[in-house]
């Protein structure tokens, strides 16, 4: 069986949305997003459409050497997924990506988690909604509770995730850049 890795990253962009979500859930990373490769070359989610309105949201494919996330701090981790796993993740987003006119951002539904009250809506997600129900499609991670219930945090409490790195998202981004430039003879 061959196998794949997938990489959930966790975020704290630090903007006046984030600190004010941070107020209730008193955690340190609020965003979640998912990837497909170490590198975080492609990585998706459910956020801001454009990084100066939070309250405009939806499907996106996130740019992480934006200046909104160059600041960020992060924690990544990895999961060992077999191809089948990897390509119904992939065939799940593909599917949203050629949709995404049709999806909004969950925002009713960030207020019902505070309740611990599930809503679930016709396409329509918040982040870490989104990041579970991509894993829930792959059949690679199963969740106690409904993915519209799903915070960050239990995306990476009680699964098979791997810790990979926590600190600044642009480090990360220049030791991974770093490990797969070459190197010259010189340098061993």
Excluded at 117 to 131: E, G, I, L, Y
Excluded at 146 to 163: C, E, K, R, V, Y
Aim: with cysteine; net charge positive.
């Amino acid at each position: 069986m061959d196998e794949k890795k997938i990489y959930i990253l966790l975020t704290d962009t630090g903007t006046l949305f984030t600190r004010l979500i941070k107020l209730f859930t008193k955690k340190s990373f609020n965003h979640a997003s998912i990837s497909f490769d170490r590198s975080l070359s492609e990585v998706y989610s459910f956020g801001r459409k454009t990084p100066s309105n939070p309250f405009i949201g939806g499907f996106v494919k996130e740019n992480m050497e934006s200046h909104f996330f160059n600041l960020a701090k992060c924690r990544v981790y990895s999961c060992t997924v077999s191809t089948s796993q990897y390509e119904k993740m992939r065939c799940f987003i593909q599917k949203v990506n050629d949709n995404k006119a049709l999806y909004r951002y969950n925002l009713l539904g960030l207020f019902a988690i505070l309740l611990n009250k599930q809503m679930t809506r016709k396409n329509a997600f918040f982040c870490s909604q989104f990041v579970a129900t991509v894993l829930q499609e792959g059949e690679c991670v199963h969740f106690s509770k409904p993915p519209s219930l799903i915070t960050p945090q239990d995306l990476i409490t009680g699964n098979d995730l791997q810790f990979v790195y926590d600190g600044n998202l642009k480090n990360y981004r220049e030791l991974e850049q770093r490990d797969r430039s070459p190197r010259s003879l010189l340098s061993i």
